[in-house]
């Protein structure tokens, strides 16, 4: 979203607008939650820190200094609030998702039903491989990963706010951290030597 529309969202939506309101939360939703679920939050967790961010935000509404910067203000505080629950929690639930298999059609002869299997199959053990690869990374890489894949993608300054980074060094690390993944996905390069340098 454009800085000079998400401005006059917001200062809409200090005025009552709940029209405005839903367009940023459209706008913003998925940011909120990618930054959560990048700091390795469970559902539960995640789900309270994105309720607390948008209420504090709602509260802010009216008083944000920048408000053409509202993405960057909820993913700095998205990260703040993940962050004081980790402390409170004293621990990083694991983020075990992506274990969906769609159902199959009834209309389905048994070849498509045994195709459309096999093809759930090579696509689950993909993401599970993707998933257990990501989970070698370092916190670092993880996160920056987990939030640089939301959808919509957000931009560098909302990037750099969420993960408490310049902005400059965004493309080289997501880079670095992408060329991890790769080599971790890579069986005949990922060895155990390889999974020991990958922090």
């Not at 939703?29 to 959560?36: F, G, Q, R």
């Not at 990963?145 to 493309?171: I, K, Q």
Request: hydrophobic share 40%; charged share 30%; proline share 6%.
């Amino acid at each position: 979203m454009e800085p000079m529309e998400t401005a006059a969202l917001v200062r809409r939506a200090a005025t009552g607008d709940a029209q405005a309101w839903e367009a940023l939360v459209a706008a913003y939703a998925n940011l909120v939650w990618a930054v959560a679920r990048a700091h390795r939050l469970g559902t539960a967790d995640a789900e309270d820190v994105t309720q607390t961010t948008w209420e504090k935000f709602a509260r802010s509404l009216g008083t944000l200094t920048e408000p053409e910067k509202a993405g960057a203000w909820l993913s700095t505080t998205t990260r703040r609030e993940s962050l004081r629950v980790l402390a409170a929690r004293n621990r990083a639930a694991p983020s075990g998702d992506m274990a969906w298999i769609g159902p199959s059609r009834e209309d389905e002869t048994p070849e498509e039903q045994v195709v459309a299997r096999d093809e759930r199959l090579r696509r689950d053990d993909l993401a599970a491989r993707l998933w257990q690869a990501l989970d070698r990374l370092g916190d670092g890489c993880q996160r920056l990963l987990r939030v640089m894949m939301a959808e919509p993608p957000p931009s560098y300054a909302e990037a750099s706010a969420a993960l408490d980074l310049p902005v400059g060094s965004l493309g080289p690390t997501r880079r670095r951290c992408l060329e991890k993944l790769r080599r971790l996905m890579d069986p005949a390069v990922s060895g155990p030597a390889e999974r020991g340098h990958d922090r």
